[in-house]
């Protein structure tokens, strides 16, 4: 028996955010499809109008995959897991643990698949910033709908967000926020 998709579909029961009171909680399944879809977008965006050349779909499953090992570590909020470096390093090192400790839940001669889906820090660095550019964007979704939300607990999380956006400098960011991300702050009869 194989416990690896019993165990990946538990992320539902991992919460986000968890210092800050959330008018809507987001836990990591949710948001992984978030992530999934916005990063398959930013492949798109980059080979339909940058001259890119990004195998979407494999995009799009890094991303879903992007913190399946939060399933076994939970979501430690950014304040704590970056508050000094030798934390930082140790929560790698706890990472890279529970990436192993799913990926012999699978069978042998599936693990090789599944491996750089876990750690996608050993494929190209275009795909990875890719899927890390989404990750941003989808915290910034987030944070935008506290805020418009009337919660002020995500305020200076939007601009620490706002600011790693601008650090990106990939035009398919600037083109999803630019032409996507407004219609986030409409509401559904708006969007009709």
């Known amino acids: 028996m194989h416990h690896f998709y019993a165990y990946v579909s538990k992320l539902k029961y991992i919460l986000r955010w968890g210092l800050k009171r959330n008018v809507e909680n987001e836990n990591v399944k949710e948001h992984s499809f978030d992530v999934s879809m916005i990063a ?3 492949a798109i965006i980059r080979n ?26 939970g979501d430690l909020p950014g304040p704590i897991k970056y508050f ?7 929560y790698k090192a706890v990472e890279k643990a529970a990436e192993e400790k799913l990926i012999v839940m699978l069978p042998e001669e599936l693990q090789e698949h599944y491996r750089p889906l876990l750690d996608y820090s050993s494929e190209s660095k275009e795909y990875a910033l890719l899927v890390k550019a989404a990750d ?13 939300s009337g919660n002020h607990e995500f305020g200076v999380a939007k601009q620490r967000v706002e600011s790693m956006l601008a650090e990106l400098t990939l035009p398919e960011v600037d083109y999803f926020m630019d032409k996507f991300v407004p219609s986030f702050r409409l509401t559904l009869d708006e969007l009709g």
């Open 40 to 42: 398959h977008a930013l």
């Open 48 to 73: 339909t109008y940058f001259e890119g050349d990004i195998d979407a779909n494999k995009v799009a499953i890094m991303a879903l995959y992007h913190d399946a090992t939060e399933v076994l570590t």
């Open 84 to 90: 000094n470096p030798s934390i930082a390093e140790a």
């Open 136 to 148: 941003i964007i989808a915290a910034y979704l987030k944070c935008l709908h506290e805020v418009d």
